[in-house]
C-alpha cells in the first residue's frame, strides 16, 4: 500500500513512487525466482541488473546535485545520503521502508537459494538508495552558507 501523501502531485513524488513501486516489483519478482527458478531466472538477473544500474545512475545525479548546491548551502554527508535533518520526517520514513522491505527480500530469497543466479536480487536495493539520493538533493533543505570565505 503506498500511503496517500506519495500520490499527492508535489515535487519529488516520482521519486517516492519509485522507490514503492520498485519494492512491489522486487518481491514479485524475487518470488516468481523463488517459486519457478528455471523459468524466471532469467527476468529476476535483468530486473535486479536494472534496478542496480538504475539506482546507481540517481545517486551519482544526487551527488553531482549535491556539489552544485554546496556552493551556496551547507550540503552535510549525513543530509545528502542519509537524509538526516535535511528532509521531512514522513519523506525519509518512506525511504526507509523502501530500503528495508527491499533488503529483507533481496537477503531472504539469496539465502534461501544461495550460489544460484537468484542471488542477484541482493543488487537491487540500490534503487530507493539512488531514488533517497536524488530526492534529498533536489529538494531537501540544507543551511545556507554565510558570506564569510573562511
Known sequence: ??????????SGQYLLRMAWVSTAVLAIVASAGLAA??????????VSSVMFLLGSLLLLLG?????????????????????????PKRVRRVFAW????????????????????IAFVILAPMLPVGSAA?????????????NNPS
Open 37 to 46: 527458478s528455471d523459468v524466471f531466472v532469467p527476468m529476476v538477473v535483468t
Open 98 to 117: 523502501s530500503m528495508a522491505l527491499q533488503f529483507v527480500v533481496a537477503f531472504t530469497a539469496a539465502a534461501m537459494k544461495p550460489y544460484t543466479e
Open 63 to 87: 551527488l553531482l546535485n549535491g556539489l552544485k548546491r554546496s556552493r551556496v548551502e551547507i550540503v552535510t554527508v549525513a543530509g545528502l545520503f542519509l537524509m538526516q535533518d535535511s528532509v
Open 134 to 146: 536524488l530526492w534529498s538533493a533536489q529538494h531537501g533543505f540544507f543551511p545556507q552558507r554565510g
Open 1 to 10: 500500500m503506498i500511503p496517500d501523501f506519495v500520490n499527492d502531485g508535489g
